[in-house]
């Protein structure tokens, strides 16, 4: 009898020991960094005709949501949606345009690449973007990719 008590204390002790090892981990972001955030790219407005079409079939957009990679959203005439990535970037489509969005990683080592079909896109990037981060846009005829600034571009796909 006192030898399975004895089992039973050692066990608990060494279960209670393992559980304080994780939390400490936990807790000093040896393991699962808690400030490591995943890349977000959310819609922060929209007016007008815009569309998401998500694996193919076509979704409600709405105020708030959170995109997926390979998320296409199109635009109609008179019509412009502001997207925002990290709290830091944001991506203003005008009217008539097409783009598909893919978003790795998170804030400091990942990747934004948005490919745009047609039409203008107008980037903000507030911070500079840390050495593994990317931000690039490509259209049929042209490839960007920077580190932090303003930039617009517009693609024509009737001139090319």
Known sequence: MKSKKGLISIIVGIVIMIVGIIV???????????????????????????SLSRENKDSDLFKGMNLKSGDKI????????????????????GENTCFTIEATGNAKKGRIYINLEYGTALVTIDNKLAEEDSFEIDTPNAALSVRGTIFEVTYNKETG
Not at 35 to 46: A, G, L, T
């Open 74 to 93: 199109s635009t109609g005439g008179m019509s412009n949606v502001l997207l925002l990535a990290d709290s830091d970037k944001s991506l203003l489509a």
């Open 24 to 50: 400490i981990l936990l807790a000093t972001g040896v393991i699962g960094n808690k400030n490591e955030k995943y890349r977000v790219v959310s819609v922060d407005s929209y007016e007008g005709d815009v």
